[in-house]
Nanobody
Framework: QVQLVESGGGLVQPGGSLRLSCTASGSILSTHTMVWYRQAPGKQRELVASVTAAGGINYADSVKGRCTISRDNAKNIVYLQMNSLKPEDTAVYYC?????????WGQGTQVTVSS
């Protein structure tokens, strides 16, 4: 069973930055697609960014140019660097790991952008 633990969330002012981390319990980054999702109150969960095992990267239009997804396979960590944060980025951010046969979720980390 894969476990994912997110960290790095918090309260930040508009225009600020945060780096989220997702630590996996095993060496899965080379075999799984890793995805960051977010869910704001009253809204559906949405994809923020993803990186495939082969290194293909995708971003939601709403975060392009402001967010960078990266991974450290040796440490089993996926990062989401978020810059120029806006109030509408406020959400619980979830880490997801998937293959064709399985999917795993972390517990989420809260990001609040407010002055």
């Amino acid at each position: 069973q894969v476990q994912l633990v997110e960290s790095g969330g918090g309260l930040v002012q508009p225009g600020g930055s945060l780096r989220l981390s997702c630590t996996a319990s095993g060496s899965i980054l080379s075999t799984h697609t890793m995805v960051w999702y977010r869910q704001a109150p009253g809204k559906q969960r949405e994809l923020v960014a993803s990186v495939t095992a082969a290194g293909g990267i995708n971003y939601a239009d709403s975060v392009k140019g402001r967010c960078t997804i990266s991974r450290d396979n040796a440490k089993n960590i996926v990062y989401l660097q978020m810059n120029s944060l806006k109030p509408e980025d406020t959400a619980v951010y979830y880490c997801n790991a998937r293959t064709s046969f399985a999917m795993y979720w972390g517990q989420g980390t809260q990001v609040t952008v407010s002055s």
